[in-house]
């Protein structure tokens, strides 16, 4: 019973001394920012997903433009034509099914790109996130704060009400520079994203 008196008084005074190493308050958090939308940006991957969805939509602009052509070629065809004749009764038969072609065309290739362009950002904003935990469990940091740049917006609001819905939305008011984590997040995902694509590399 002595022995086990004598235990307790020990730890009770080995936590006593903890406790007053810090004056018994709890150990701060640690906390950083970072400008998200600008990691977005700037981030190769998101970079490279606009460049491939920029030259997709550049070749659904020209097919639909010749598409368009053949059509324009067709009823310039049908003014040579004797007005209800059986060569022009199929050219415009033909007309109308071109037509229908181009509109289904024009809403289908829309409607995958911007299902494309969706998708392909959503996978970069969730690749990122994780990455910023990863980085903050790495580094010690307990909480990461959306950070963003408004100051060019503020000075160009139009009216009061769109100048106080900015002021309303904005999360950071102020963080010392080493608190900002951006730059460091942006460099390590971008060094990631070209070492695993050096095709995507410029040439030097």
Same mark, same amino acid.
């Given at each position: 019973?002595?022995?086990? #008196?004598?235990?307790?008084? =020990?730890?009770?005074?080995? %936590? ?12 701060? @958090? ?19 997903? $606009? %460049? ?10 020209? +097919? =639909?433009?010749?598409? @368009? ?9 049908? !003014? ?12 415009? +038969?033909? %007309? #109308? ?18 299902? $494309? @362009? ?18 903050? +469990?790495?580094?010690?940091? !307990? ?7 408004? !100051? ?32 460091? =997040? ?6 990631? #994203?070209?070492? !695993? ?6 040439? $030097?």
């Amino acid at each position: 019973m002595r022995k086990t #008196w004598t235990t307790v008084v =020990v730890l009770a005074g080995l %936590a006593a001394l903890l406790v007053g190493a810090n004056g018994g308050k709890p150990e701060p @958090s640690r906390v950083a920012v970072c400008d998200l939308a600008r990691v977005v940006d700037d981030y190769k991957r998101v970079q490279s997903l $606009q %460049a491939e969805l920029a030259q997709k939509e550049k070749v659904r602009v020209e +097919e =639909v433009k010749r598409r @368009s052509d053949v059509i324009e070629l067709m009823a310039k065809q049908m !003014d040579d034509l004797k007005e209800g004749s059986e060569d022009r009764k199929k050219l415009e +038969e033909t %007309a #109308w099914e071109k037509m229908y072609e181009l509109k289904a065309y024009r809403e289908t290739e829309q409607g995958r790109l911007q299902r $494309q @362009s969706r998708d392909g950002l959503l996978s970069c904003y969730e690749e990122i996130v994780a990455f910023i935990k990863q980085y903050a +469990e790495t580094n010690g940091i !307990d909480l990461v704060i959306y950070k963003e740049q408004l !100051d060019q917006q503020l000075k160009a609001a139009q009216n009061t009400q769109e100048l106080k819905a900015m002021i309303n939305t904005r999360r950071v008011l102020y963080n010392g520079a080493p608190l900002d984590i951006t730059e460091n =997040v942006i460099a390590a995902l971008n060094a990631k #994203w070209t070492a !695993d694509h050096p095709e995507a590399v410029p040439a $030097q």
